[in-house]
């Protein structure tokens, strides 16, 4: 048999097609984003924050901007920030309204941190009928007046969270008769020990008004076990509840036993909070990773079942005359796999 019908000679390598090879990735080459489909674009754009697309991702290009200004886009809003305000060079209330404006009411989730006011609520609420998720963060101007006003007009409600803000339980009542879809409420405090104090208007305003709530996260409460049997009465359907640093819990053995029984997903006041989102501060208390360390004598973790110019623009403005650019780092998007 000769070569020309066997083309695999002794001693020799085959080579490569011409469309093998070009269809390989040069090692060290950076993807093109700007020839991505507008799919996976729009999918990729979506995994920032709200801050990071309207200061960097939409300035890289036309299509980019056009993408930012799809409403869909616009569905969950998130204004997380460092909170570092006064090294910031925009308003971060003007930059969330032009957010809410471009959702065109089809907004659902929207997170502030670091900032807020009852008109921002009231802006927000007046334009987005359908809000499922409302989390607010350290947003200390937000007084129990303006969350009140503005409860009537989230009847699509189902998740709120509320930590690390001065709020009292007074708009939580408001709150849990303005909204009968909601299904799950963090509210969450740091603990400080003195001054000493004993307090279940929380829980009362919470039992009062939310039967149908199923998750409840209370940490840094101060109620009693009186507040907590209150809770556990008036909130039937719970499946998980969050007591960590809650040290004016003491548990018996028929409420221990009702906790045990009754909640799925249980966390007690010396649960570990490893996994807690913000610094865990208590005055007075740690939390300990040990069952030796709850004086309960076990741990919930046993129970788991598992302008631009200070942001001047218009949104109504025309597109800017951006120049297409490569450095993307800014945008961190090279660690996200599509």
């Not at 007046?145 to 803000?165: I, N, R, T």
Request: proline share 5%.
């Amino acid at each position: 048999m000769d070569n020309k019908t066997n083309p695999k000679v002794p001693g020799t390598k085959p080579k490569p097609s011409p469309s093998s090879s070009s269809s390989r990735s040069t090692p060290g080459r950076r993807r093109n984003w700007l020839e991505l489909p507008p799919e996976i674009t729009a999918s990729i754009i979506s995994r920032l924050g709200a801050v990071e697309i309207l200061t960097a991702a939409e300035k890289v290009c036309r299509s980019w901007r056009a993408i930012c200004k799809d409403p869909l886009m616009w569905r969950t809003i998130d204004m997380r920030n460092d909170g570092d305000l006064h090294d910031m060079t925009y308003d971060l209330e003007k930059m969330c309204c032009d957010a809410v404006d471009r959702s065109c009411g089809q907004l659902v989730d929207i997170s502030v941190e670091y900032f807020g006011s009852d008109e921002l609520l009231k802006y927000i609420t007046a334009r987005s009928s359908g809000i499922k998720r409302l989390r607010l963060v350290r947003c200390y101007c937000i007084t129990d007046e303006g969350l009140s006003e503005v409860a009537p007009k989230l009847p699509m409600l189902e998740d709120l969270e509320l930590s690390m803000c001065t709020l009292s339980h007074e708009p939580l009542k408001v709150v849990g008769r303005s909204c009968p879809l909601l299904k799950s409420l963090k509210l969450n405090n740091h603990w400080y020990q003195f001054p000493q104090e004993l307090c279940n208007n929380d829980a009362c305003a919470v039992a009062g008004t939310m039967r149908g709530l199923q998750h409840l996260q209370l940490f840094g409460n101060k109620l009693t076990n009186d507040g907590l049997i209150e809770l556990l009465d008036g909130c039937p359907r719970l499946e998980s509840l969050d007591l960590r640093h809650c040290f004016n819990l003491y548990m018996d053995g028929d409420l221990e036993k009702r906790l045990t029984e009754n909640i799925k997903k249980l966390r007690l006041p010396y649960d570990s909070t490893e996994d807690f989102e913000f610094d865990a501060i208590s005055n007075g208390y740690e939390s300990r990773d040990d069952d030796l360390g709850s004086p309960y004598g076990f741990s919930g973790s046993n129970l788991l079942s598992d302008d631009y110019d200070e942001y001047g623009f218009s949104s109504e403005g025309d597109f800017y005359d951006y120049e297409d650019y490569n450095d993307f780092a800014t945008l961190n998007l090279y660690d996200y796999p599509f």
